[in-house]
């Protein structure tokens, strides 16, 4: 991430390109949500606390 976003409002992680992997992220209230930008704000959303959200970034598990 190259910035911070701000907090309580989605916005489209910049790991994702233009027309493929569309993942949108909220940072807020103590934990992070992630959700399918193509779907919608009425897809599913997948939901994390910040502690499991850091450790998953810390894992850098997509670079595997």
Do not use: H
């Not at 993942?23 to 919608?40: I, N, W």
């Amino acid at each position: 991430m190259k910035k911070l976003p701000q907090t309580g409002q989605w916005y489209k992680s910049s790991r994702s390109d233009a027309a493929k992997q569309c993942v949108e992220v909220y940072l807020g209230d103590g934990r992070v949500g992630v959700r399918d930008s193509k779907a919608g704000p009425r897809g599913p959303e997948l939901w994390f606390s910040d502690g499991d959200w850091r450790t998953f970034l810390a894992s850098r598990v997509w670079e595997r």
